[in-house]
């Protein structure tokens, strides 16, 4: 066994999600696509429909986090 209860053998992403030391900005992606797929798969039954509305929404969605993070970077740069 290793430190945090890591097995021999463990991918590194894994290891180091168990040891809690990844940013929360990390899990932004993931959960925009989930978000995107959950809610298209809601509205659309022909999977061809939802994977191309599931991947707009999930451009949408990372577009307004990175405006978002813009601006918000721009007003504290000088903090």
């Known amino acids: 066994m290793r430190p945090w209860g890591i097995v021999e053998g463990m991918s590194s992403m894994f290891a180091l999600l168990a040891a809690g030391e990844l940013h929360v900005s990390f899990y932004l992606l993931p959960l925009a696509a989930v978000i995107s797929l959950v809610y ?40």
């Open 40 to 79: 298209s798969a809601s509205r659309y039954e022909l999977p061809d429909k939802i994977l191309s509305r599931a991947f707009k929404l999930f451009l949408q969605i990372v577009g307004f986090m990175a405006a978002v993070f813009a601006v918000l970077w721009f007003f504290s740069f000088g903090l």
